[in-house]
Each structure stands twice: as structure tokens, then as C-alpha cells.
């Protein structure tokens, strides 16, 4: 079974430049995430998609960023304007639906590594 | 809000010694509790989860027992190998949602 598909893997662009990140999630998986992971420190949730709709985007600065799923599969994450302390891998996630206590794992990208100069 | 504390890293250890990673949470109701892996250059990966108090996750010899009354959820390694050396991130998961949140990680380095 594939998983989480990323890309691109690395992108270095400078202050003010705009930025987006695209993710394919796992077959069949009708929830979906966006974390960033500044290094040294964990992941944290930005937005969750449950199909097409936004579950949760409370974390999500989005005065800068935005991010869709506009038919339920794919998504994209952009930046626009970006800032230097928007350096950081960004991670796609995937699971089957809205979790319950003993099912719904998350299943992880490789990540996007952004480097803003 | 729900939080999540582990030890700091590194740590380093001799191939064959015992790992203890500490990981204590704050959250209200009953969390579920998972450790994930990630490994150099690649995506964070899920090691062993627990779901409920006193629970035991298991997994390529790791293990983590779910301890409501320390709100702890440690994880603990017999005899680790060169190939355990990664990132180890505790993680919990609210009763409402689908939400994970993350402690810092830990990075230990497993030395021949």
C-alpha cells in the first residue's frame, strides 16, 4: 500500500516569496493534515481536513497561509507571504476518518523542508 | 490546554544497554497515548499506542505503559541496537477530535 506522498522534498526561497506544498494521502483515507515541525521541537497541528471540509484551522496564521482540499483527495498548503521563522518541514498526515479511542492511526509524509532566506 | 513533556535529549547510549525515555502529559477526560519514530531523512512513523489507563503498547521491543495515576506513559527498551537511533516523539490524542499533540522529541544515539 502507498503512503502519504510529499513534494516537493526541499525548497529554499527568500522573505516575502510565496511557497506552496502539495500532499496525496493515502487511498480511501478521508481525513487529512497539515503539521509544522520547527526543528528541535514537535509537530504541531496547523489545519484538518475531514473530506473537503476544515475540521479544525484554530492554529493556522491565516493571514499568511492557506490550504485546501478541494476534491477531497489532494491538498495544498501555501504560503504567501512567507517570513523567516516560517523555516520548517512541513508534514501531511493521513487517516481513515474522525478517530475514535482505538482506531484512526495517522499516517505520516516524508515531509516538506522550507527554508526561508 | 493539552500538553505533552519528555525528557531532553540527546541521549546516548551503548549498543545492548536499557532505555527509559520519559514522557508525562497534561490533558483533561482520558487521552489516548502513542510514542512515534523518526528515523533520519524520513517521516514520522508510529511505534506502539495505548488507549486506556494501564494499558500496555508494544512494539520491535519498545514498551509503554499507560499510568493515569502519574499521567506518565514512559518508554522503555531492553536492549537497543544502532538501528534505534532516531527521534522519539510521545504524543496524545483528545477525546474530541482526532487531534495529536506532540511533545519536543527525543533524540537518542545508539553507539557500537
Known amino acids: 500500500e502507498a503512503g502519504v506522498a510529499q513534494s516537493p522534498r526541499y525548497k529554499i526561497i527568500e522573505k516575502r516569496q510565496s511557497v506552496a506544498f502539495w500532499c496525496n494521502p493515502i487511498s480511501g483515507h478521508a481525513t487529512l493534515y497539515w503539521y509544522q515541525q520547527i526543528l528541535g521541537q514537535g509537530p504541531k497541528l496547523l489545519i484538518q481536513f475531514q473530506n473537503n471540509g476544515v475540521v479544525d484551522d484554530s492554529q493556522l496564521p491565516k493571514d499568511r497561509f492557506s490550504a485546501e482540499r478541494l476534491k477531497g483527495v489532494d491538498s495544498t498548503l501555501k504560503i504567501q507571504p512567507a517570513k523567516l521563522e516560517d523555516s520548517a518541514v512541513y508534514l501531511c498526515?493521513?487517516?481513515?476518518?474522525?478517530?475514535?479511542?482505538?482506531?484512526?492511526?495517522?499516517?505520516f509524509g516524508p515531509g516538506t523542508r522550507l527554508t526561508v532566506l | 490546554g493539552d500538553s505533552v513533556t519528555q525528557m531532553e535529549g540527546p541521549v546516548t547510549l551503548s549498543e545492548e544497554a536499557f532505555l527509559t525515555i520519559n514522557c508525562t502529559y497534561t490533558?483533561?477526560?482520558?487521552?489516548?497515548l502513542f510514542w512515534y519514530v523518526q528515523y533520519p531523512g524520513e517521516g514520522l512513523q508510529l511505534l506502539l499506542k495505548?488507549?486506556?489507563?494501564?494499558d500496555k503498547g508494544s512494539n520491535k521491543g519498545f514498551e509503554a505503559t499507560y499510568r493515569k495515576e502519574t499521567t506518565s506513559f514512559h518508554l522503555e527498551k531492553g536492549s537497543v541496537q544502532v538501528s534505534d537511533s532516531a527521534v522519539y516523539f510521545c504524543?496524545?490524542?483528545?477525546?474530541?477530535?482526532?487531534?495529536?499533540?506532540f511533545g519536543g522529541g527525543t533524540r537518542l544515539m545508539v553507539k557500537p
Open positions: 490533558a483533561t477526560g482520558y487521552p489516548s
Open positions: 504524543a496524545l490524542r483528545d477525546n474530541a477530535g482526532n487531534m495529536l499533540t
Open positions: 495505548a488507549t486506556k489507563a494501564d
Open positions: 498526515a493521513s487517516s481513515l476518518g474522525l478517530g475514535t479511542r482505538n482506531t484512526d492511526t495517522q499516517y
